[in-house]
């Protein structure tokens, strides 16, 4: 080997040891309809990628960070430059945790992509719980027909209404209602009790009402949900006496907020949702004994407040209501639009 070669040589790996490889890597791929990687850039840090263009292998044990990975059509992206990126599924992919919920109705989009779409929180069919491990059923649906006092009723034969006035029909925006008054008379009652349809804690009863409260709410005692006594209920702000799981509005014990009221037949809990109960204004609000373990107030579709204390016997006969008491002389209401009852 001539000396002009060996100095040409010598030349040229002292130039290949003048320059920094740089340390980002890309690569290519055509992709496919299964959402194939078109590239990964890896940054700094000692990162390796192996593998094939559809399938590769990141190395970031050595510190170094993804900044991005991205599929060809559309099926995934990953973004956010960390070791551990943000994957973010495309529209083409459609997860839920709640498939299991009554309430969530399947429905198929154009794509043959099946979707879940849970009702908004007024209406019925609409579950509070994210899992409902059990086939709950429909025991008792009250449903009021717009425009009258008359409702759709499934599950039991009558409910005994308990106005001293006369029942009127109510429909706006939040909905349609029987606006049910009592009299100007202290210690009359206004609403609805049945006694036709008993359940148990030990079957894990829910009971949803959609309410509107009256224009003035300075002097009422509202309650709703399951006793087995409607008379003790009607009569006292937390009865002992009665095994039950209710909300509670009354001015009588100076509420301002909604309240869950519990008792197991010899004492009672009162546990405050801290949500205001506002005058002329609608709720959903749902009384959950569906966990053994607890009582839950949902009111619009939040979990408010629950209680594990004085827990109803698991075998109490117990019955829905929902009544507005006078406190004074002056005339109180309560509005209903609906009543939904479930259980295993």
């Known amino acids: 080997m001539n000396n002009r070669l060996l100095a040409l040589i010598a030349f040229l790996i002292m130039s290949v040891g003048c320059y920094a490889i740089a340390d980002t890597y ?3 791929g055509s992709g496919g309809t299964g959402g194939g990687v078109a590239s990964v850039t890896a940054g700094t840090g000692g990162i390796t990628v192996t593998g094939t263009t559809t399938n ?9 960070t993804v900044t991005s990975v991205s599929g060809t059509t559309n099926r995934v992206t990953v973004t956010n430059p960390t070791t551990t990126p943000v994957l973010n599924v495309g529209s083409e992919v459609v997860t839920s945790t709640s498939q299991s919920n009554v309430g969530f109705v399947p429905t198929i989009t154009g794509a043959n992509v099946w ?3 849970a009702q908004a929180a ?5 579950a509070p719980t994210t899992t409902c491990p059990d086939l709950r059923l429909p025991i008792n649906i009250w449903k009021v027909q717009p425009g009258t006092t ?3 009723i499934f599950g039991t034969t009558a409910w005994t209404v308990a ?5 009127a029909a109510l429909s706006d925006t939040t909905g349609a209602y029987v606006d049910y008054p009592t009299s100007a008379t202290l210690n009359t009652d206004g609403g609805l009790t049945n006694s036709n349809v008993s359940t148990s804690p030990q079957l894990k009863p829910r009971i ?3 309410i509107k409260t009256p224009t003035s709410i300075a002097t009422m005692h509202l309650m709703g949900g399951l006793t087995t006594s409607f008379g003790a209920e009607q009569s006292a702000d937390a009865a002992t006496s009665t095994s039950k799981a209710m909300f509670r509005y009354s001015t009588n014990a100076t509420d301002t907020t909604f309240k869950l009221v519990v008792s197991n037949g010899s004492a009672a809990t009162v546990v405050d949702s801290t949500v205001p109960v506002v005058a002329d204004t609608a709720y959903t609000i749902c009384v959950d004994e569906s966990d053994p373990t607890k009582v839950s107030l949902w009111i619009n579709g939040t979990n408010t407040v629950q209680t594990s ?3 109803p016997s698991t075998t109490a006969a117990m019955f829905p209501m929902i009544q507005t008491r006078t406190l004074s002389a002056t005339a109180s209401s309560i509005r209903i639009g609906g009543i939904f009852q479930d259980s295993n």
């Open 115 to 117: 979707t879940w779409a």
């Open 26 to 28: 890309s690569i290519a």
């Open 122 to 126: 007024g209406n019925f069919f609409w």
């Open 150 to 152: 008359t409702a759709s």
């Open 163 to 167: 106005p001293t006035g006369t029942p």
């Open 56 to 64: 590769p292998i990141i190395n970031t044990t050595s510190g170094g």
């Open 208 to 210: 949803w009402f959609k």
């Open 309 to 311: 204390t004085n827990m």
